[in-house]
T-cell receptor, first 114, second 109 residues
Framework: EAQVTQNPRYLITVTGKKLTVTCSQN?????MSWYRQDPGLGLRQIYY???????DKGDVPEGYKVSRKEKRNFPLILESPSPNQTSLYFC?????????????FGSGTRLTVV | DAKTTQPTSMDCAEGRAANLPCNHS???????VYWYRQIHSQGPQYIIH???NNETNEMASLIITEDRKSSTLILPHATLRDTAVYYC??????????FGAGTTVTVRA
């Protein structure tokens, strides 16, 4: 089944403890992206990648890192999480050069930083 | 990206067509209109997009006015499973889509 898989689905962590949220897609998509969703603020883009080793900042990149060493994986790294990074996170992917398809989103990761 | 304006919420009856309006009066010539929906904190789901011609797929139809300043998403036979937040986005960069507040659509039996 074509899908974007995020892990974990739920995570509670403490301030300052480094964590990684994984994202993997099995559709050979060039493009991948991370969003966070907060009440009243909608979905905001954190980082995106248009291909392997190509990443760029979205609207709210502060406090996050990403890497794209392989086409299928796009992990989101929080080096020193803080409570204001408590949020619902979504990974998305799509083809870059075929505009007949939109983004495919993962099921989300609900992160709580205490 | 052009600003889009959608109603905050709307109801529709199960089995009837649901017509979701979106205003994008400042849209530029190279900006597409995209529609996504999000069912209760699940990942958003792509519905349809278009530039100036009307579009139809298995989920919905997209009607764009001739001046492109507004559009309507039509769900032809709404079901309870269509209850969701619907996002209308106008953008020339399909790799930097901005999701606003959307329209909360409630389908009632």
């Amino acid at each position: 089944e074509a899908q974007v898989t995020q892990n974990p689905r739920y995570l509670i962590t403490v301030t300052g403890k480094k964590l990684t949220v994984t994202c993997s897609q099995n559709m050979n998509h060039e493009y991948m992206s991370w969003y966070r969703q907060d009440p009243g603020l909608g979905l905001r883009q954190i980082y995106y990648s248009m291909n392997v080793e190509v990443t760029d900042k979205g609207d709210v990149p502060e406090g996050y890192k990403v890497s794209r060493k392989e086409k299928r994986n796009f992990p989101l790294i929080l080096e020193s999480p803080s409570p204001n990074q408590t949020s619902l996170y979504f990974c998305a992917s799509s083809f870059m050069w075929d505009d007949n398809y939109g983004y495919t989103f993962g099921s989300g990761t609900r992160l709580t930083v205490v | 990206d052009a600003k889009t304006t959608q109603p905050t919420s709307m109801d529709c009856a199960e089995g009837r067509a649901a017509n979701l309006p979106c205003n994008h009066s400042t849209i530029s010539g190279n900006e597409y209109v995209y529609w996504y929906r999000q069912i209760h904190s699940q990942g958003p789901q792509y519905i349809i997009h278009g530039l100036k011609n009307n579009e139809t797929n298995e989920m919905a139809s997209l009607i764009i006015t001739e001046d492109r300043k507004s559009s309507t998403l039509i769900l032809p036979h709404a079901t309870l499973r269509d209850t969701a937040v619907y996002y209308c986005i106008a953008s020339s960069n399909d790799y930097k889509l901005s999701f606003g507040a959307g329209t909360t659509v409630t389908v009632r039996a």
